[in-house]
């Protein structure tokens, strides 16, 4: 596809799929165009995870999210980083 505007971008890549090295090669090379679609776009290994990273790895979820918020000039001043059962942040009323 065409590039993107100049905005942070994070693919994150998951290293265990139980494919043949030839699919994970094809793959891999699609998520590194991706991430070279912004000028500021990046490829992070999420190494140990699956399909889907947000369970195996969510800190890598965390971190990647952060990353870009605060490439963007975002205040995590706030951010606590855990969470609550009922999906509230820890250390904030509701």
Same mark, same amino acid.
């Given at each position: 596809? =065409? $590039?993107?505007?100049?905005? =942070?971008? +994070? ?18 090379? +699609?998520?590194?165009?991706? $991430?070279?679609?912004? =000028?500021?776009?990046?490829?992070? +290994? ?18 990647? +999210? ?29």
């Amino acid at each position: 596809g =065409p $590039a993107l505007p100049d905005v =942070p971008l +994070i693919v994150l890549v998951a290293t265990d799929h139980e494919d043949t090295a030839e699919r994970e090669a094809l793959w891999r090379e +699609i998520q590194r165009r991706t $991430a070279a679609l912004s =000028p500021r776009g990046e490829l992070r +290994i999420a190494q140990g995870s699956g399909h889907f990273i947000q369970e195996d790895r969510p800190e890598e979820v965390v971190a990647a +999210i952060e990353a870009v918020l605060a490439a963007t000039g975002t205040d995590l001043g706030d951010c606590t980083g855990q969470s609550t059962a009922s999906g509230e942040p820890s250390g904030r009323s509701p």
